[in-house]
């Protein structure tokens, strides 16, 4: 079953704790990409990862790092979080030149 | 950088009318997509459609490069067609995809 599965689902951080959010994808995808979801805004691309250690900042990447180390898997960094990086955060992965994207079920987080 | 504008922002529609959602684009798309979001829920891409027209069930996708436009229709709608619609779009051969604001519609009986 082609999959993105997105770890936790909820998350719940103090401001200025470190956030560590998990993606992974068994489609052998080359690209993986990291969204965040606001009310009204849409999606907007924080980075996307082109293969293993192939990371380029999307359009709001200020606040947010990245690391992929195996191709199967994509993590996002918050060091120090703030409020406004209260969002639902989508991960998503296509192959390289193709129009298939799949997208992960989303981490709802919580900066308080 | 690329703009993707959707309209309308909301749209409201008793069980069997059609609906007509838009999609605008800055500069010449490649890999325009149509994307569905139920409430809550994850994306799904409904129909790829980087020009000409394109069909899946009920929905029609109209992309008019040149004019730098999409459309989605969806006829006959049912309640659970309710959620938001996105257009999105590569940006530049980046394989960046840029969404729009999305289309909220919502279905009732």
């Known amino acids: 079953d082609m999959k993105v599965t997105q770890m936790p689902r909820y998350l719940i951080k103090r401001m200025g704790e470190n956030v560590l959010l998990e993606c992974g994808q068994d489609?052998?995808?080359?690209?993986m990409y990291w969204y965040r979801q606001d009310p009204g805004l849409g999606l907007q691309l924080i980075y996307i990862?082109?293969?293993?250690?192939?990371?380029s900042e999307g359009d709001i990447p200020k606040g947010y790092r990245v690391s992929r180390k195996k191709r199967e898997h994509f993590s996002l960094i918050l060091d120090s979080a703030k409020t406004n990086q209260t969002s639902v955060y989508f991960c998503?992965?296509?192959?390289?030149?193709?129009?298939?994207?799949?997208f992960g079920s989303g981490t709802r987080l919580l900066v308080i | 950088g690329q703009q993707v504008q959707q309209s309308p922002a909301s749209l409201v529609l008793q069980e069997g009318e059609n609906a007509e959602l838009q999609c605008n684009f800055s500069s010449t798309a490649t890999q325009l997509q149509w994307f569905y979001q139920r409430p809550g829920g994850s994306l799904v891409s409904l129909l790829y459609n980087p020009s000409g027209t394109k069909h899946t069930g009920r929905l029609t996708s109209t992309t008019v490069t040149k004019e730098r436009r999409s459309s989605l229709h969806i006829s006959s709608s049912q309640i659970t067609d309710s959620g938001t619609y996105f257009c999105a779009m590569e940006q530049g051969g980046s394989a960046k995809l840029i969404f729009g604001e999305g289309t909220k519609l919502t279905v009732s009986s």
């Open positions: 998503a992965s296509s192959q390289t030149g193709t129009s298939d994207y799949t």
């Open positions: 990862s082109y293969d293993v250690d192939s990371n």
């Open positions: 489609m052998s995808h080359e690209t």
